[in-house]
């Protein structure tokens, strides 16, 4: 359940920063504010129960990723493969270090 918190909560971040960029009446701004504070709840509650910095290695990868494809497609940003590529490699490492994790914690278990 944890890592569903973890999913929701970068998935807020990629409408909280893009929010950030264009909010511009007081309503926007709250509704910023709600969604950092949402975002930000359910990190913390995933921190309770996983490892930290695997956690914000995964919430920020989600949300850098997300925030490039979502400027690219939503409000025509420039595509670049290289942007692409790159998106690509911090999905990798994200994957990676959740996969690594994983075997060191079964191992602690064991």
């Excluded at 971040?13 to 264009?22: A, Q």
């Excluded at 950092?36 to 995964?58: C, D």
Aim: hydrophobic share 60%.
């Amino acid at each position: 359940m944890e890592w569903i918190y973890v999913v929701i909560a970068g998935l807020i971040e990629i409408v909280w920063v893009i929010g950030l960029k264009h909010a511009t009446t007081p309503i926007e701004w709250v509704g910023v504010a709600l969604a950092i504070a949402v975002s930000f709840f359910l990190l913390f509650k995933a921190y309770a129960k996983l490892p930290v910095g695997t956690v914000y290695a995964v919430f920020t990868g989600i949300g850098a990723g997300g925030i490039v494809l979502t400027e690219i497609f939503i409000f025509g940003e420039p595509f670049s493969i290289i942007k692409i590529l790159f998106i690509g490699l911090i999905f990798v490492g994200v994957i990676g270090l959740k996969r690594v994790t994983g075997e060191e914690e079964q191992k602690e278990a064991a």
